[in-house]
């Protein structure tokens, strides 16, 4: 079974991917993680070798220096890359740490193409369950701690808060629509452990349809 987990930045995903591991395994079920910036690691994605030698750090700097449609090209690529991998993933439960939805709205709203938009879309690799992880713009600055990236913010290279803020509220409106429209599921909580409840009690009745289903056709 394949989760994406999306929403925005902020909106602690990562610490949700952890917690999903070591509950995973708690519950027997084999587990594995891949997201977009496992590009850096050679032994995961051979293919993105080239990027030897580049950090994570400096390609969130370029990624707002690029000019559209280059920049949704390389976004696309990273995104649909990603899906790829988690669709050939054969663990029972496979979180794809990240889907288009963020970037697609952030790139709409930066100018991009809507025709080139909806193609990347249309060419990712689907999943079983998309969840979004909801949270305030606020809030998002708040758990940031001052730890924001010009692409965050509307590609302001001085990463100004109150930038970060009105960029945020935007690219979450679009998100929110899309959400709406394909009958996603979404996670508000104040605090990781309520998130991690909610989380776990959407997932428990879809792995076990899914563990019903591999059941039925052995």
């Given at each position: 079974m394949i989760i994406a987990m999306d929403g925005p930045d902020g909106a602690g995903k990562s610490s949700?991917?952890?917690?999903?591991?070591?509950?995973?395994?708690?519950?027997?079920?084999?587990?594995?993680?891949?997201?977009k910036w496992q590009v850096f690691e050679e032994a995961q994605v051979p293919q993105a070798r080239f990027l030897r030698g580049s950090s994570l750090d400096e390609l969130r700097v370029c990624i707002a220096e690029m000019p559209n449609p280059a920049r949704m090209l390389y976004l696309g690529w990273l995104n649909t890359?990603?899906?790829?991998?988690?669709?050939?993933?054969?663990?029972?439960?496979?979180?794809?740490?990240g889907y288009w939805v963020k970037h697609a709205a952030t790139e709409l709203l930066a100018g991009c193409h809507k025709g080139l938009v909806d193609a990347i879309v249309d060419a990712t690799a689907s999943v079983d369950m998309v969840v979004f992880f909801d949270v305030t713009p606020?809030?998002?600055?708040?758990?940031?701690?001052?730890?924001?990236?010009?692409?965050?913010?509307?590609?302001?290279?001085?990463?100004?808060?109150?930038?970060?803020?009105?960029?945020?509220?935007?690219?979450?409106?679009?998100?929110?629509?899309?959400?709406?429209?394909?009958?996603?599921?979404?996670i508000r909580a104040n605090t990781a452990d309520a998130a991690h409840h909610q989380l776990r009690k959407l997932?428990?009745?879809?792995?076990?349809?899914?563990?019903?289903?591999?059941?039925?056709a052995l």
């Open positions: 949700q991917v952890k917690r999903l591991a070591s509950w995973a395994d708690s519950q027997g079920l084999s587990f594995r993680v891949v997201g890359l990603a899906a790829e991998r988690a669709r050939a993933a054969e663990e029972d439960l496979v979180v794809l740490d606020e809030e998002a600055l708040r758990r940031k701690k001052g730890d924001i990236t010009p692409y965050e913010c509307g590609r302001d290279p001085e990463c100004r808060p109150e930038r970060f803020l009105s960029h945020q509220a935007a690219v979450r409106d679009i998100m929110l629509e899309w959400v709406e429209d394909r009958g996603w599921d979404v997932l428990v009745p879809r792995l076990e349809e899914a563990a019903a289903i591999r059941a039925a």
